[in-house]
């Protein structure tokens, strides 16, 4: 009876001992990490308060006379100084470009919120890899099929400033049903979730393009390699905090600021009305790009150097891991790429101007071919951290280039169908032959010999754009239609 209490006192203080630990555990926690166990709005008011700084410091950096300028100018004159006009909701002082360079911070911040966390998010929700794998597919699939449609739609109806803002609305909307739904549903609201985000980026692409110039566009696509590079390592540490479940609930907030970005860009001057028996056929603008043996090569050839950038994106971490890299580097690596985007958007603009658009294009195919050559002799991780230095000038100025040859060869008739033509290809149909490609070449060749196959996809891309540019391009404009420089003259 004895033995049995004594055993009993000291089950009790075994007890009493781990749950005193627990408690100093969770004080401890609680210390050092205070919004660990704070509520959601909590939360939500900790995340706008970064993006509230973030947008604010975006702006110093763009036009920092309007915080600062104006008001010390009104004060020593002795007046009140008025920084929104009527009618408006931004300052007046600031211009059309760092309203566009704006929209392209809060918008790339939804990407970096949703993207590289939407796979763990479906695991999360119960779904096997094999299902992931499909409804990841939806979106490139999805974006081939009707990112040509939006763009035929807004050629005819000039309606592009409405449909990237009603698209930035309606996808975090129908991101929303995931929550509502069981799993049988999640494809029905991945199609209507890509129907509308695959509208965005063209449309707003083309409205950039007409706006500033194809020149300037990277200027202010710049912001959205800088917002997307900072916004992922906060979305990162927020999910790693409060756990993937709130995903949804972060997507909402960041689309609600994107939200705010796209109202900000600025809208077409309305200018006459055309009668309705001068507007041409819906499909004549396709029409006519398809018809350019110009663009078609632009299409075709660069569609390869695309599909291999697109097997690097869905294969590298998989390569990474069956290399024996440490995985403690993998996020750096990622970061860098996503870096040094920034550098190399700003400088595009000069680059094409001096040599061409698509001297540019073939300049980063043959950059991408070089990265995969060295990742195929297997290097150790130092030389992959120096090597995703590479990312921007071979992902960045291809991108620049490319939109830089879609508006050359348009007018304004059909310039956001050249725009949407092209991100089908790069964006639609280049993902969904790298993602299927490059599964079946894995488990052919194995990882070690991986990018060999890749480095020779790319090549025969820069082997096409290079003859097309001996052979065809002796003047960047032959043949060309004429193209106008400001999107609201119409």
């Not at 807004?154 to 739904?181: C, G, K, Y």
């Not at 692409?205 to 202010?220: A, I, K």
């Not at 991100?423 to 079946?440: F, H, Q, V, W």
């Amino acid at each position: 009876m004895r033995s049995h209490n004594v055993q009993y006192s000291r089950a009790c203080t075994v007890k009493r001992g781990t749950q005193f630990r627990h408690h100093r555990l969770e004080t401890t926690l609680s210390r050092r990490w205070p919004w660990r166990h704070r509520s959601f709005l909590d939360r939500v008011a900790f995340f706008s308060w970064i993006h509230f700084t973030m947008v604010l410091s975006l702006s110093l950096v763009t036009s920092p006379e309007i915080l600062y300028g104006e008001w010390m100018k009104g004060w020593k004159d002795g007046r009140t100084v008025t920084l929104f006009a009527r009618g408006t909701s931004m300052p007046t002082r600031l211009t059309r470009s760092s309203r566009i360079s704006l929209y392209y911070f809060l918008f790339y911040s939804t990407i970096a919120v949703w993207a590289p966390y939407f796979a763990l998010y479906l695991h999360f929700r119960g779904l096997q890899s094999s299902s992931i794998g499909w409804i990841l597919a939806i979106y490139p699939a999805v974006g081939l099929l009707i990112q040509p449609l939006w763009g035929i739609f807004n050629d005819h109806f000039h309606r592009e400033w409405w449909t990237v803002v009603s698209a930035i609305i309606l996808a975090p909307m129908a991101a929303w049903l995931f929550t509502q739904v069981s799993l049988a549903w999640y494809p029905l609201v991945a199609i209507a979730m890509a129907t509308f985000q695959t509208a965005i980026m063209p449309v707003a692409d083309s409205m950039t393009v007409g706006w500033l110039g194809p020149e300037r566009y990277g200027e202010s696509r710049l912001f959205g390699s800088l917002g997307y590079a900072l916004i992922v390592a906060v979305a990162g540490l927020l999910y790693h905090t409060y756990g993937i479940g709130h995903f949804v609930d972060f997507y909402l907030l960041a689309s609600i600021l994107a939200v705010i970005g796209g109202l900000q860009y600025p809208r077409p001057q309305s200018g006459p009305v055309k009668p309705k028996q001068t507007r041409p056929p819906w499909y004549a603008g396709l029409g006519a790009l398809l018809s350019q043996p110009r663009f078609r090569v632009i299409l075709f050839f660069s569609l390869f150097v695309t599909v291999s950038q697109s097997i690097n994106a869905s294969y590298f971490s998989l390569y990474y891991r069956a290399t024996d890299h440490p995985l403690s580097w993998l996020g750096i690596i990622l970061g860098i790429g996503a870096v040094s985007e920034i550098p190399v958007f700003y400088l595009s603009g000069r680059w094409i101007r001096r040599y061409g658009p698509a001297r540019m294009l073939c300049l980063s195919g043959s950059i991408f071919a070089f990265r995969w050559l060295v990742v195929a002799f297997n290097p150790p991780t130092w030389g992959l951290v120096l090597l995703q230095c590479l990312h921007g000038p071979s992902f960045g100025l291809g991108l620049a280039s490319g939109i830089n040859l879609a508006a050359e060869v348009s007018h304004s008739g059909n310039r956001v169908s050249a725009q949407s033509l092209y991100s089908a290809t790069s964006t639609g149909m280049a993902p969904l032959l790298g993602s299927i490609a490059g599964g079946y070449v894995l488990g052919w060749v194995g990882p070690t010999n991986f990018y060999w196959v890749d480095l020779a996809i790319s090549l025969i891309g820069v082997a096409g754009i290079a003859h097309w540019v001996i052979t065809r391009e002796q003047s960047q404009t032959d043949g060309a239609p004429e193209r106008q420089t400001d999107y609201h003259e119409r």
